[in-house]
């Protein structure tokens, strides 16, 4: 149980000069914070810049992307193995023409 306060307490109003301390400590505190939310900012800006000037590329995959196996064009996987016939046989690239004054025949411009 708590027994009861006998004697008053004495409540001391802060002066003026703690007044005005707590209120300079409190706008100290507040501009510090304000400034280094500047600063980290401003610090995470200067690094997203440097991020994009630099080159993304990663020299890694240029080796990796080297070293590979070339890719087979994608085919339909029952075609292959033969239990459904090819929707295309084999597809062929058009013969190329022949330029060459030589092969064809054709005098040559200079001549």
Known sequence: ?????TAPQHFVPPTARELRSQAV????VGL????????????ANIIND???LIDTSDPIQQVV????KPKK?????????GVVPAA???PSAPPAPMTDPEVT??????Q
């Not at 149980?1 to 306060?5: K, S, Y």
């Not at 400590?25 to 100290?28: A, E, N, P, V």
């Open 65 to 68: 992307a080297v070293d590979a």
């Open 25 to 28: 400590h409190r706008l100290q």
């Open 1 to 5: 149980m708590v027994e009861p306060i």
């Open 105 to 110: 025949g054709a005098p040559a411009d200079g």
């Open 50 to 52: 440097r991020t994009r």
């Open 32 to 43: 510090f914070g304000l400034c280094a939310m500047l600063l980290i900012v401003g610090l």
């Open 88 to 90: 295309d046989p084999s």
């Open 73 to 81: 064009a994608s085919s339909d996987p029952l075609a292959d193995i």
